[in-house]
């Protein structure tokens, strides 16, 4: 387990449609792509983790305001993967949010990780959804 902690290339998996740790033949899986960590960082709510006190997304406030706007959710998903851009981790971030019904909000990141993949991921937020 301390290699895992010590080795700042990996990470743990975190499967993006579960969204939770992956075990595979009695291990943690881990991640050397920048994947699992950006969902760590809009998952995570904002100012929550003392170890990042300025860390994670502040999409999570989405669910308590009225009158949700899409635009507000591409400035907060754009203001949680910032330390990522800045750094070069990743690139050609794109944010895409259009509304569900009256109380979802489907929201979908796009970038490209300094191996060149690119990565799509998706999630939902509002009323009724975890």
């Given at each position: 387990m301390a290699s895992i902690l010590t080795d700042r290339r990996q990470?743990?998996?975190?499967d993006p449609i579960i969204r939770d740790?992956?075990?595979?033949?009695?291990?943690?899986?881990?991640d050397e792509t920048q994947q699992s960590a950006v969902l760590l960082s809009l998952a995570?709510?904002?100012?929550?983790?003392a170890a990042n006190p300025t860390g994670g997304c502040?999409?999570?406030t989405i669910r308590k305001a009225l009158g949700i706007v899409p635009e507000l959710?591409?400035?907060?998903?754009?203001?949680?993967l910032q330390g990522r851009i800045d750094?070069?981790?990743?690139?050609?971030?794109?944010?895409?949010?259009?509304f569900m019904g009256p109380t979802?909000?489907?929201?979908?990141?796009?970038?490209?990780?300094?191996?060149?993949?690119?990565?799509?991921?998706?999630?939902?937020?509002?009323?009724?959804?975890?």
């Amino acid at each position: 387990m301390a290699s895992i902690l010590t080795d700042r290339r990996q990470g743990l998996y975190i499967d993006p449609i579960i969204r939770d740790l992956v075990v595979e033949n009695g291990d943690l899986k881990m991640d050397e792509t920048q994947q699992s960590a950006v969902l760590l960082s809009l998952a995570l709510e904002f100012g929550s983790s003392a170890a990042n006190p300025t860390g994670g997304c502040k999409i999570y406030t989405i669910r308590k305001a009225l009158g949700i706007v899409p635009e507000l959710a591409r400035q907060y998903v754009q203001e949680a993967l910032q330390g990522r851009i800045d750094d070069g981790r990743i690139d050609d971030v794109e944010v895409a949010a259009e509304f569900m019904g009256p109380t979802i909000l489907a929201w979908e990141v796009s970038y490209t990780d300094k191996t060149s993949e690119h990565v799509v991921i998706s999630l939902p937020t509002g009323a009724g959804v975890p």
